[in-house]
């Protein structure tokens, strides 16, 4: 076959044909190299934060931190738990119960105390006042409740401890 042999009408056709590829390649060169460009963007702004560390860098650490934080907090949910267990023990319900417990006698001098914990254990103190003595008492008491017998008023300071109101 002859270059001359071929016609110019599909000479002109091809070349026509490959222009326009070409256009459409260049088209698609120029959209990939602004994508690059773009990505390139984004991947300088993840390398440098402008203080020499990474953004991949930084998230690291502020995810080492929070785990640290989430640990230290685990901590302090135990500290919590056992100090909520230590204050069952204390004393923390106190009260007291001012009475006269001689008619003759006036200003309701005497007076019973009950020092509690959660469970109802501690102790009643009761002083009672006289013309010429006082005399003071120590009960222990156990779940509320005590061996030794108990005055209205010392039944009556527990119940107020307990915040039952009893009396």
Same mark, same amino acid.
């Given at each position: ?36 460009? /773009? %990505? ?5 702004? +993840?390398? @440098?934060? #402008? =203080? !020499? ?7 690291? *650490? ?45 200003? /309701? %001098? ?5 020092? +509690?914990? @959660?469970? #109802? =254990? !501690? ?7 006289? *013309? ?27 119940g107020y401890a307990h915040g039952l109101g009893r009396g």
């Open positions: 076959m002859n270059l001359a042999d071929i016609d110019p009408q599909v000479v002109a056709d091809v070349a026509i044909a490959a222009a326009a590829v070409a256009v459409i390649t260049l088209v698609l060169a120029v959209v990939a190299l602004a994508k690059l460009r /773009r %990505m390139k963007r984004h991947y300088l702004v +993840l390398q @440098d934060t #402008g =203080d !020499g560390e990474s953004f991949i860098e930084a998230v690291a *650490r502020k995810t080492s931190q929070v785990e640290q934080l989430r640990a230290d907090v685990e901590g302090l949910n135990k500290d919590v738990e056992r100090i909520r267990v230590d204050l069952t023990d204390a004393i923390r319900h106190v009260a007291v119960v001012r009475y006269d417990a001689f008619n003759d006698m006036g200003g /309701r %001098m005497s007076f019973s105390a009950a020092l +509690l914990d @959660d469970a #109802g =254990d !501690g102790v009643v103190i009761s002083s009672i006042n006289g *013309r010429s003595e006082t005399r003071t008492y120590a009960k222990g008491v156990k779940s509320g409740r005590s061996d030794a017998h108990l005055s209205p008023e010392e039944e009556q300071v527990i």
